[in-house]
């Protein structure tokens, strides 16, 4: 690793916006539908799937550029999946990272059809993708599918719905953020590996190691609702609890969620030394994910 892993993350933004930049130039679509796409993908998002993916294809080969129109796929269906989730029928959030959300900043029709389009979109940057075989490309495309769709982040998301007001188990709660935050985060890592020629037992081991990483992301996530900086996270702390939503720290307490999310890391370690990748920023990353501040 010749960067730090702030200089891998950062170095990896710029070439995902720069990429984001280059995919939207002159396309022929409406102003408003235009701006209201632009408005949410370059709202500040870290970034952070796209850069996985990045350090998992990293670690086995260094032809960045085979993967970036995948990294762009897979951060405009993250940024679909916020728009909808912000909207008054789901999470109703006026802000996000600071900002007003798309529908406050537009309107909840417009929203949804930005939602919409960069869904829509991502599938075609892929088929187009001259970097990879056709081979590569339906695996891309329906891994991308299966892990954005009914089985995938969409099943996690009604069942994040249904879990509120009523109290679920741990295994209940696993689930739930295995589906809704944690496939995408799965196809970042083994989408990643299988591009850069891992081997299947070593795609395996990552699996398991994205499968603990997901949960990791989101225990924080809980836990930086309740004690997080809502200048550094750029929305209001509590809501949460004011939906009255299922999250670790309401299941175990705050103690017991920093001390779950210690188990999940043990269990990805031993993933990534299973998988030969702990000399890797992947390694690094899971500290990121754990330690963030928003």
Known sequence: M????????????KTIETELETILEGKNIPKNLYDSISYS????????????????????SSHTKKVLKTAIALEMIHTYSLIHDDLPAMDDDDYRRGKLTNHRKFDEATAILAGDALLTYSFEIVAEDDELTDKEKTYIIQSLAKVSGP?????????????????????????????????????????????????????????K?????????????????????????????????????????NLLGLDGAKAQKKKYEEEAIKSLQAANADDSYLLELLRYFSQRDH
Not at 2 to 13: T, W
Not at 41 to 60: C, D, E, H, Q
């Open 2 to 13: 010749s960067k730090s892993i702030d200089q891998f993350i950062e170095q990896g933004k």
């Open 41 to 60: 993908l370059f709202a500040g998002g870290k970034r952070l799937r796209p850069i996985l993916l990045l350090a998992s294809f990293n670690t086995f």
């Open 151 to 207: 089985e995938g982040m969409v099943a996690g998301q009604i069942l994040d719905i249904e879990g509120e007001t009523k109290s679920v188990s741990l295994t209940e709660l696993e689930k739930i953020h295995e589906l809704k935050t944690g496939k995408l985060i799965m196809f970042a890592i083994v989408a990643g590996a299988y591009l850069g020629e891992a081997s299947t037992e070593q795609q395996k081991h990552l699996r």
């Open 209 to 249: 190691f994205a499968y603990y990483l997901g949960l990791i992301f989101q225990v924080q996530d809980d836990i930086l609702d309740v004690i997080g900086d809502p200048e550094k996270l750029g929305k209001p702390v509590g809501s949460d609890i004011e939906n009255e939503k299922s999250t670790y720290p």
